[in-house]
């Protein structure tokens, strides 16, 4: 088993190629197709962290020519992206990620006027303001709950563990657990993609 042996049993799988015996052995005792849905789980959360929801369909596509489409949309946003950052850095505006830290540090010039990166509404920052993740599983489904229906739409388990101070993948496993019990008593519904929502009174 090599990387590039995997990767090339991956890119068949992707073009619709079929297998000989080799690739099939390869495909099975490489868990291909566990690789293939890891990436593609990355591929959909780059597009929703860029913004572009809409390539979503054409990325769930399983047609050939919407395949090469959607690649070469992908290439034309990064490299007009790239040149709009370049232009921005060339004029003295970097947008730091950790600007407290990182200014004092790497900043030159006009750059250490530069504002801080916006990361969006789907980044739940560390504050202190964070509800506590309670102790008892009870007060824990609740407190879920209850962060589900203040959110302004659907969460992912990561993004609820989040929510609370202190938590994180600490409490993750948790979360996924009492999301679930939430799901089964009809209080929050699960959406395709692996998010939540809470369910609004009628």
């Known amino acids: 088993m090599t990387l590039t042996g995997l990767y090339n049993v991956l890119e068949k799988i992707r073009a619709g190629v079929p297998l000989d015996a080799k690739d099939q052995d390869v ?10 849905d890891l990436h593609d789980q990355i591929d959909r959360a780059t597009m929703q962290a860029y913004g572009w929801d809409d390539l979503i369909p054409l990325f769930s596509s399983s047609e050939d020519d919407e395949s090469k489409k959607l690649d070469e949309i992908i290439l034309e946003r990064l490299v007009a992206l790239n040149a709009e950052r370049a232009a921005e850095e060339a004029a003295g505006h970097v947008r730091w990620l950790r600007p407290d830290y990182q200014i004092p540090r790497f900043a030159k010039g006009a750059a250490a006027k530069s504002g801080q990166l916006d990361l969006g509404e789907t980044v739940v920052a560390i504050d202190k303001s964070l509800p506590v993740f309670p102790k008892d599983k009870g007060e824990q489904v609740m407190a879920i709950r209850a962060v589900l229906e203040a959110a302004n739409g659907p969460m992912d388990a990561a993004a609820v563990s989040r929510a609370f101070k202190g938590g994180g993948k600490k409490i993750e496993q948790r979360v996924v657990q009492a999301l679930s019990t ?4 009809g209080w929050i519904t699960a959406l395709p993609g692996g998010a939540y929502a809470a369910r609004r009174a009628a």
């Open 27 to 36: 495909k099975e005792r490489g868990r291909v197709l566990i690789l293939k």
């Open 182 to 185: 939430l799901v089964r008593y």
